[in-house]
């Protein structure tokens, strides 16, 4: 479905799309269509790199966590890391299926 819409451009703008479209050999209508196309898309990418970029910061953190928890610890790094996800309590005994609430996977 295809929706008419009113936009209000200053003329130089409105001047520069008309010779665009001009240039192209398409209409007004077309060049504003693919401009908008362009800014939802851009706006989308934008959004899902901030998404990525808080992922990466919070697996950072957890990364710091680990490294912290190692430090002080003398258990092996991956008994450590099975208690962290929440696979294997602090004496290293397996954590039943049924209280695995699944932290960190």
Do not use: F, K, N, Q
Not at 32 to 46: D, I, L, N, P, Q
Not at 62 to 75: F, G, I, M, N, Y
Request: overall charge negative; glycine content about 8%.
């Amino acid at each position: 479905m295809v929706v008419r819409v009113t936009v209000t451009l200053p003329e130089a703008l409105l001047s520069e799309l008309d010779e665009i479209a001009s240039d192209e050999g398409v209409t007004r209508s077309d060049v504003v269509r693919e401009a908008a196309r362009g800014y939802v898309t851009s706006r989308s990418a934008a959004s899902e790199a901030r998404e990525r970029g808080a992922a990466v910061r919070e697996g950072l953190s957890w990364l710091e966590d680990v490294a912290r928890r190692t430090d002080s610890d003398a258990r092996d790094s991956l008994d450590v890391l099975r208690e962290i996800r929440g696979t294997r309590d602090m004496t290293g005994a397996p954590i039943p299926p049924e209280r695995d609430e699944g932290v960190g996977r």
